[in-house]
């Protein structure tokens, strides 16, 4: 079992910046990674950035450059750093987090409640 607990999300103006956090408990041992996924109305949830334990990162291609996800806290913690937010990054975002309770067996996706972030053009 794990539990995702968010902050950070909010109203911003195009141009400005905004970071997200996300604190995981219960079974963090067992965390293969963590990430961002946002959804905007309409559309899929798609994914952000994600960061392995091995601090691997993946980025989708509408943010590189611009967001920066890190892992802190004992690796229970990951972040979001967003810099120059575009109205297109408007939607909700949610935290990820992948179990992997035993190597080669199933892994099990756990999401945070969600966090919107608006930018204004």
């Known amino acids: 079992q794990l539990q995702l607990v968010e902050s950070g999300g909010g109203l911003v103006q195009a141009g400005e910046s905004l970071r997200l956090s996300c604190a995981a408990s219960?079974?963090?041992?067992?965390?293969?990674?963590m990430g961002w996924y946002r959804q905007a109305p309409g559309k899929q949830r798609e994914l952000v950035a994600v960061?392995?334990?091995?601090?691997?990162?993946n980025y989708a291609n509408s943010v590189k450059s611009r967001f920066t996800v890190s892992r802190a806290n004992g690796k229970n913690t990951v972040s979001l750093q967003m810099d120059s937010l575009k109205p297109e990054d408007t939607a909700v975002y949610y935290c990820?987090?992948?179990?992997?309770?035993?190597?080669?067996?199933?892994?099990?996706?756990?999401w945070g409640q969600g966090t919107q972030v608006t930018v204004s053009s």
């Open positions: 219960g079974s963090i041992f067992a965390i293969n990674a």
């Open positions: 960061i392995a334990n091995g601090a691997t990162t």
């Open positions: 990820n987090a992948v179990l992997d309770l035993r190597a080669g067996g199933p892994m099990y996706n756990y």
